[in-house]
């Protein structure tokens, strides 16, 4: 079992920054990746972005030189820096742990991006 925690989110205006945490504790060592997907209201959950355990970074070409993933190890936190943020970010981001083949979700943190 994992458990994972979200933390950071908020209101702000397009072209701003924000930072995503996500606190993870449970069974981490068993965990292959980290990552971030977002849900906008009537849209489908959508990947973000991922870090493997071997440090592996992938991205939605959406997101690609405006946010970066990162984690850190002795905290056993994910984090999610978005930088020059549009309006369409705004959405529920979730964090995401994959063990084997199962996958765990955090209950989402609300971000709004104004124009």
């Known amino acids: 079992q994992v458990q994972l925690v979200e933390s950071g989110g908020g209101l702000v205006q397009a072209g701003g920054s924000l930072r995503l945490s996500c606190a993870a504790s449970?069974?981490?060592?068993?965990?292959?990746?980290l990552g971030w997907y977002r849900q906008a209201p009537g849209k489908q959950r959508e990947f973000v972005a991922r870090i493997t355990r071997e440090g592996t970074r992938n991205y939605v070409d959406s997101v690609k030189g405006r946010f970066t993933i990162s984690r850190d190890n002795a905290k056993i936190t994910l984090y999610l820096q978005m930088n020059s943020l549009k309006p369409d970010d705004t959405a529920v981001y979730y964090c995401n742990a994959q063990v084997g083949g199962l996958a765990y979700w955090g209950q989402g943190t609300q971000v709004t991006v104004s124009s």
């Open positions: 449970g069974s981490i060592f068993s965990i292959d990746a």
